[in-house]
């Protein structure tokens, strides 16, 4: 009876553990900070030069910062850049879609053949060189102008698949003046029964507001006998990582420093959870 109560205990783990290891839908990366970045990882496939995924400050389409990759400069023309930049695992089991992202794909030249930015579908690993499959969802090379604008090209259809998945933005150039920004990524998964994220939201009066906030929140709906020691609120990442832990206050009211991003917080007392939601931060 121990030896199988212990195994069950272990099987739940596991089950819980991997739960957290896909990122959870919907899902909004805006590129200001590698701090938000974590999770995603640069790849780099063709020529080393200086030139590889950054973050720039210099005017993104919102917030602080976004994803930036520069041309290829002094490279020999016959010499090809092929640098990935590929996102945490996600779980399109019953496929999803590219709500919104804004790109900047800015040239001063005629593109060459070997030119291409494109958004990609990856399963197997993120490394796309061990990748299972590549699959192209939206090549948006013909975007690039002079004109040094953002635009938004959501609406991206993601199909159905098994395992983890994951989004990946392919940039290929030589010495080409060809420049990739990109910003505001906004994910969404179709429901489905059995899918492997961060746990469902548990219906429930008790709120959260405002949100999204600039990390003071209000709570509502939870009875004022229970803002003591005995009832917590834990805060988790987009990796599932608790990055906060509180005491409910007499005040009805909690401040939280942390960065811009999407986050799932639940309220616990005496082992029972009393809630279960998303919060947004905006600072």
């Known amino acids: 009876m121990i030896r199988n109560t212990t195994l069950l205990l272990i099987l739940a783990f596991v089950l819980c553990t991997k739960a957290f290891s896909q990122t959870p839908l919907t899902y909004h990366m805006g590129f200001d900070t590698a701090f938000q970045q974590q999770g995603w990882q640069a790849y780099r496939k063709g020529i080393f030069t200086s030139y590889n ?42 496929g999803g879609r590219i709500d919104s992202v804004h790109l900047n794909i800015y040239t001063i030249s005629q593109l060459t053949p070997v030119d291409h930015f494109g958004i990609y579908l990856l399963t197997g690993s993120q490394d796309p060189a061990a990748a299972t499959s590549t699959t192209l969802l939206a090549d948006v090379t013909h975007m690039a102008s002079s004109a040094n604008t953002w635009s938004d090209t959501g609406h991206i259809t993601i199909p159905p698949t098994a395992g983890s998945s994951y989004i990946g933005f392919k940039y290929r150039a030589t ?13 969404t998964r179709n429901a489905a029964t059995g899918m492997q994220s961060m746990p469902t939201v548990k219906v429930s009066d008790i709120s959260l507001y405002p949100n999204p906030t600039k990390g003071l929140v209000h709570i509502k709906g939870l ?13 988790y990442d987009q990796l599932g990582r608790e990055v906060d832990k509180q005491a409910l206050s007499e005040d009805q009211q909690i401040a939280m420093q942390l960065p811009d991003g999407l986050y799932l917080y639940k309220i616990m007392r005496e082992g029972t959870n009393k809630a279960t939601g998303r919060l947004a931060i905006k600072n």
């Open 53 to 94: 995924w950054s973050n720039s400050s210099f005017a993104p389409y919102a917030g602080d910062a976004f994803l930036y990759h520069d041309y290829p400069v002094g490279s020999a023309g016959t010499d090809t850049t092929l640098d990935w930049y590929v996102s945490p695992a996600f779980n399109f089991s019953a």
């Open 175 to 187: 010495n080409n003046w060809f420049t990739i920004g990109v910003d505001e990524l906004y994910l």
């Open 223 to 235: 009875d004022k006998s229970m803002y003591d020691n005995e009832t917590l609120i834990y805060v």
